[in-house]
């Protein structure tokens, strides 16, 4: 990042219904369940704010006003928290699109609410988007509950066709442009058709750190005896 650039705002997505997690998201949204007794959604926090991010938007709907009275502005993190309200969950494409007010006309990070990852933002806020590129996608090897990965990598961009395939990590830095110009955009539509539509043009990599989709209540339970072992 040069002197005179601004750090991304990030996007936190949080409106989602967390089925898989039930009971404990029957009374408490995803974002906020504990992992070794700190909310989910906090480790992101933590890592964009220390990558020196100064803005996050997180969109709301299942529970939602749970997650805005723990977080309030950000005063605790020292970023400016805005929210994004949905009725009802627009799915991750869907949420992105109606939040664009507020995320501005340049470039954004975004990280699934759901997703602990120890992956170090610097260097991408480092490396910004080229003018020509929509976004870049952060993959990870594929874990057991996606054996046959979601997208291959070739030349640094994303395929559908190159092998071996990996797994997309929810975590991803996006150009507007990639939803204000999808063809098939839409109210509620997710981001891996968008994705599809722009292969060949996204950046893509592979990270081999820590990282879970904390989707299930076994992996949420998993996720905490790795940390503890560590």
Sequence with gaps: MTSNQQPPVAMLLAAGFGKRMRPLTDYTPKPLIPVLGKPLIEYAIERLAGAGVK???INLAHLGSQIRDHLGSGDDW??????SEEHDPLETAGGITKALPLLGSEPFLVVNGDVWCDFDFSGWIANPLAASVPGRLLMVPNPPHNPE???GIENGLLSGTAKPRFTFAGIS???PEILTSYPNARERYGLGEVFAHNEDKMQAEVYEGDWCDVGTPERLNNLEERLRAE
């Design 55 to 57: 803005k996050v938007v």
């Design 78 to 83: 020292g970023v400016e928290i805005q929210y």
């Design 149 to 151: 990965g979601d997208f």
């Design 173 to 175: 830095y996006l150009r």
